[in-house]
């Protein structure tokens, strides 16, 4: 097993002990690639939640919130043109009889050549040491120029069998490329086939009445149906943005790597209205503002990286991802797309509804085109998971596993820890806590020796401990101690909530960010 399978069962294992996310139906043997959020997992998701709103919605004096119902009329996904379009490739390994996404193969086969290329740079930098020329380098070694090329050839083969929809060319290239199935080592394949990604159920309870209805795969339908109601009942000029939290649900063919991809997820999507031909522009804001927004975090620059998209979706003219660095290597963690305005042409099409704007100040009427920003709050928990878990051997010999998650995302802001259990001690605490818990999320614990305290909230990310000790009975003084340096300092009972709240709130982010 990889050191990468190794870390990804550790985050898992850590998340169902401390109370961050449980496998949904456990009594049951569980359901495949379905989780429940825990007592921690909860707060933790709210907090992203409201990190990405009030970033979004509230720092922006033209974007706005809704929340629109996960049915939508049939007809929708018809003129988005999910139900014709909405497919993944799948291939079957006859031996295994394990399914696969055909074009995630391939993507998997590239990302190994790439990483021979990164490790030929790495060699070469060490040994040219400060004069070497990466650019050059990448241009000039002859086997790094053959890798590129290799990369290059199987990009084109891919985006046109895509493209075209030539299934049969996508397995040729798999063959060509000798990819293997990681399971039975063989290389038996099925021949690939497209699978509808969306949940078809039935509305309506007597027979005959019934009529298919979908579980929405995006958010973003039912704000394009609402596009007119929002525009016009908020006033709102162009350009203008809706955003949306909310579940939504796609039968995945493969659903694995913990919450990276489930069937049934959470959304934060954002569509942006503006005028036809200004979009390019916007989509390099959103790009760039999207990027800042995760870097505002502090957990690594390095850990985030763009990747244009190969195929463009059925609706788009510009697309990347923002990729993060998890446990399995870099993947998709953030969509930006360039939507066109294929969507709300094709609404107005299917309603017989006109979905225009008129623009006052051209004095024309014009269906807007879209830029969309799409995260899986999902995937973003996963990526605050992964970069905060830590297991580090202290000066003094002992260990502790530390989870160090931005201090204003953590679930638990502050615990109140009375040193010893008698002497008016825990009464103080539960003073203190009483006060401070109307104000942030926080925990009294007065069970066990001081130290195994700390380590239980290392372990589920608190930022800061406060002890009540003798000093605090008679001069009215906590120590602080801080979770990542462990650093304790002194101060009064008063300066508590001020200094915690400036500390964990989610304000300080966005004053980073304005
Ligand atoms: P992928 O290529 O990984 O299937 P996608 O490009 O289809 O993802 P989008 O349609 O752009 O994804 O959806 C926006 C975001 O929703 C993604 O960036 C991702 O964070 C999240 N997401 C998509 N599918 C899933 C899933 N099955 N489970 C969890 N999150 C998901």
Redesign the pocket.
């Known amino acids: 097993m990889s050191a990468q399978d190794d870390f990804l069962k550790t985050i898992i294992s850590h998340s169902k002990e401390y109370g961050f996310i449980f496998p949904s139906s456990e009594i049951y043997d569980g359901l495949s690639a379905t989780y429940d959020y825990g007592q921690y997992g909860k707060e933790l998701k709210n907090n992203i939640e409201e990190y990405w709103w009030k970033s979004m919605v509230r720092m922006h004096d033209n974007i706005v919130g809704i929340d629109s119902a996960i049915f939508m009329h049939p007809t929708v996904w018809k003129a988005s043109g999910h139900v014709d379009a909405f497919n993944d490739p799948l291939i079957d390994n006859k031996d295994s009889k394990k399914r696969y996404r055909a074009d995630v193969l391939i993507e998997e086969h590239i990302e190994k050549i790439r990483n021979k290329v990164h490790k030929e740079v790495e060699k070469a930098a060490k040994r040219f040491g400060d004069a070497f020329n990466m650019n050059q380098f990448r241009s000039t070694n002859p086997r790094v120029v053959e890798y590129d090329r290799q990369i290059e050839e199987i990009e084109n083969r891919m985006r046109q069998a895509l493209e075209s929809g030539d299934l049969q060319a996508l397995k040729q290239l798999i063959l060509d490329l000798e990819i293997a199935d990681p399971i039975s080592g063989t290389r038996n394949w099925t021949d690939v086939r497209q699978f509808n990604l969306m949940f078809a159920t039935e509305l309506g309870s007597v027979s005959g009445e019934a009529s298919v209805i979908y579980l929405r795969p995006?958010t973003a339908q039912g704000t394009y149906i609402n596009f007119l109601n929002v525009q016009r009942s908020g006033r709102m000029k162009i350009p203008f943005g809706i955003c949306q939290i909310g579940k939504a649900f796609?039968n995945?063919i493969i659903?694995r790597q913990f919450i990276?991809?489930?069937?049934e997820?959470e959304?934060m999507e954002m569509q942006f209205f503006v005028r036809p031909g200004e979009e390019m522009e916007w989509y390099s804001y959103w790009k760039e503002a999207r990027m800042k927004w995760h870097r505002n975090l502090g957990m690594g620059d390095g850990l985030y990286r763009y990747h244009d998209h190969i195929k463009l979706a059925h609706y788009a003219n510009a697309a990347c991802?923002i990729e993060f660095d998890f446990p399995m290597g870099f993947k998709?963690?953030?969509?930006i797309h360039s939507r066109t305005d294929f969507d709300l042409k094709a609404h107005e099409k299917y309603s017989g509804r006109k979905q225009q704007y008129f623009d006052a100040e051209l004095n024309q009427n014009y269906i807007p085109y879209v830029v969309e920003t799409?995260?899986?709050l999902?995937?973003m928990f996963m990526s605050v998971l992964s970069a905060s878990y830590a297991d580090e051997k202290l000066s003094d010999g002992s260990e502790r596993t530390v989870m160090r998650i931005p201090a204003q995302l953590a679930p638990v802001k502050i615990a109140v820890l009375p040193l010893v259990k008698k002497d008016g001690m825990p009464e103080k605490a539960l003073e203190v806590y009483h006060k401070l818990k109307l104000e942030v999320n926080c925990q009294y614990d007065d069970k066990d020796a001081i130290g195994r305290r700390y380590r239980r909230q290392d372990a589920i990310g608190t930022p800061y401990c406060i002890t009540i000790d003798q000093e605090t009975l008679d001069k009215q003084t906590v120590t602080l101690r801080e979770r990542d340096s462990m650093q304790q300092e002194r101060i009064g009972i008063e300066n508590l909530v001020s200094t915690v709240t400036e500390k964990t709130s989610i304000t300080k982010l966005l004053t980073k960010l304005s």
């Open positions: 995006e796609r995945e659903a990276f991809r489930m069937r997820f959304q991802d998709e963690l953030e969509g799409a995260i899986g999902d995937r």
